[in-house]
């Protein structure tokens, strides 16, 4: 439907934030169709072939906005963009008074999209923050779309249309260990020390308090006495 909207002149009133991206250009290593608004299509496209629902296709139709907010003086590359793009997702799925749902799922893959992509570079503590940043431990459900719009993102460029995802595998076997994890699973003796510091540290800075104090009651008591 976007390529429908653009032919006949409706896309730049209705969505200019992606008609903006038709032109722009991107580093030809990662993105050898070069353009921006044409790997925007590719990746709906990868989605609907695979079956992904529309809320997976809708978050791929914003998912690179910031793009369009690049200067030309810094084309192709679009350092930041994942963060510049955000609020243009608010905006749009606002104006369009897009489902929560929706909306939630497509500021998650424009912001973290990348940083799925690098998942298999990533330590432990950073797939963590990952796995923090999209909200998955409380909404693990949001897991299969995410991978599947990131998975469609990566494959929706030209000539790489069937390359393998192997981040997604990873990131199911991070979420599933970390959701796993009981209580009674966790190590609390240090919790405990950590515990019983504090309650030493706040004992010693009242008895502190309290030797000053000592200490200005006896240099009043002094001054009335001797004046």
Known sequence: FVEVLRDCGALGALLPE??????????AEYHPEIDTG??????MNEAAAARCGPRVVFALMLHDLGKGLTPRAEWP??????EKGAPLVEAVCKRLRAPNAYRDLALKVCRLHLRTHRLLEMRPGSVMKLIEDAD???????????????????????GLE??????????????????????????????????????????????????VMAIRLVEIELSVRYG
């Open 162 to 211: 069937q390359r393998p995802y192997p981040q997604a595998g990873r990131l199911r076997a991070a979420l599933d260990a970390v959701l796993a994890v009981q209580a009674r699973d966790i190590d609390t003796e240090g919790l405990e020390l950590v515990k019983t510091c504090n309650q030493a540290t706040r004992r010693i800075s009242q008895d502190l308090h309290d030797l």
């Open 77 to 82: 590359s679009h350092v930041g963009h994942e």
């Open 136 to 158: 998955l431990l409380r909404r693990a459900d949001d897991l299969e779309d995410l991978l599947a719009a990131c998975r469609a993102d990566y494959r929706g460029r030209l």
């Open 38 to 43: 044409a790997h925007v299509l590719m990746t």
């Open 18 to 27: 992606v008609d903006v991206l038709f032109g722009i250009p991107q580093p």
